[in-house]
């Protein structure tokens, strides 16, 4: 018999993204309860309280007399579920809503500190609220052709609406290649076939940035 991954394991293996709701939270319990193993604990308030219960809940009296949860249980249900509220807030989110690219260089402006070349997918919802971000490349960019699968497969694994493509210049110059503009055009065209509009592929460097799409290049 195939023994199961444990979530923690899951976790360092393939990432945080393929953990179901329930493994994120037995890995925050730690350890389940008398008779009750962490998943299984985990799996039954995940299941009776549902999701969009739990984003409700903001006072441990809730956590404790619904689910006759230990005090300590629950003082770790509500803390997480707050701090992922506070995190999460409507303020935050209006952050990470990309309708400009100034909004775009200024969430991304600090991937100059690592100086090496890379190529970042931000991958967004109808209303284009960011969804998931990847690295989907690291090196010289110039010199590799960038793989229309490596872009477009997290957009469909999330059901992305749009993808923005940032790439950074760690010498300071903010001119495109040619290789940068063959790349764009090349993606577009992949991108009408698919169905999932690439909005722009921003070049950014320390204190400035440009946008593929809206500069003409004679």
Same mark, same amino acid.
């Given at each position: 018999?195939?023994?199961?991954?444990?979530?923690?394991?899951?976790?360092?293996?393939?990432?945080?993204?393929?953990?179901?709701?329930?493994?994120?939270?037995?890995?925050?319990?730690?350890?389940?309860?008398?008779?009750?193993?962490?998943?299984?604990?985990?799996?039954?308030?995940?299941?009776?309280?549902?999701?969009?219960?739990?984003?409700?809940?903001?006072?441990?009296?809730?956590?404790?007399?619904?689910?006759?949860?230990?005090?300590?249980?629950?003082?770790?249900?509500?803390?997480?579920?707050?701090?992922?509220?506070?995190?999460?807030?409507?303020?935050?989110?209006?952050?990470?809503?990309?309708?400009?690219?100034?909004?775009?260089?200024?969430?991304?402006?600090?991937?100059?500190?690592?100086?090496?070349?890379?190529?970042?997918? &931000?991958?967004?919802? /109808?209303?284009?609220?960011? $969804?998931?971000?990847?690295?989907?490349? =690291?090196? +010289?960019? #110039?010199?590799? *052709?960038?793989?229309?699968?490596?872009?477009?497969?997290?957009?469909?694994?999330?059901?992305?609406?749009?993808?923005?493509?940032?790439?950074?210049?760690?010498?300071?110059?903010?001119?495109?290649?040619?290789?940068?503009?063959?790349?764009?055009?090349? &993606?577009?065209?992949? /991108?009408?076939?698919?169905? $999932?509009?690439?909005?722009?592929?921003? =070049?950014? +460097?320390? #204190?400035?940035? *440009?946008?593929?799409?809206?500069?003409?290049?004679?």
């Amino acid at each position: 018999m195939k023994k199961e991954i444990l979530p923690r394991e899951k976790l360092i293996k393939f990432g945080i993204q393929k953990l179901k709701n329930y493994e994120l939270l037995s890995i925050i319990f730690n350890t389940g309860v008398k008779n009750k193993s962490v998943l299984d604990l985990s799996k039954e308030i995940v299941s009776e309280y549902g999701e969009n219960n739990l984003r409700k809940i903001r006072k441990i009296e809730d956590v404790f007399n619904l689910y006759d949860l230990p005090v300590y249980k629950s003082s770790q249900l509500i803390s997480v579920i707050e701090f992922g509220r506070r995190l999460f807030s409507e303020e935050f989110d209006d952050k990470k809503i990309f309708n400009n690219p100034k909004k775009v260089f200024m969430y991304l402006k600090d991937l100059n500190k690592i100086k090496k070349e890379k190529l970042i997918g &931000l991958y967004l919802n /109808s209303r284009n609220k960011l $969804i998931y971000e990847e690295i989907i490349s =690291i090196g +010289s960019i #110039n010199q590799n *052709i960038i793989h229309a699968r490596e872009v477009f497969k997290p957009a469909i694994e999330y059901s992305a609406s749009f993808i923005i493509l940032v790439q950074n210049y760690p010498s300071g110059e903010c001119i495109p290649s040619k290789n940068d503009l063959v790349n764009y055009q090349k &993606l577009q065209e992949v /991108s009408k076939i698919i169905g $999932i509009d690439i909005l722009d592929h921003l =070049i950014i +460097s320390d #204190n400035d940035f *440009i946008s593929l799409k809206n500069k003409i290049y004679v």
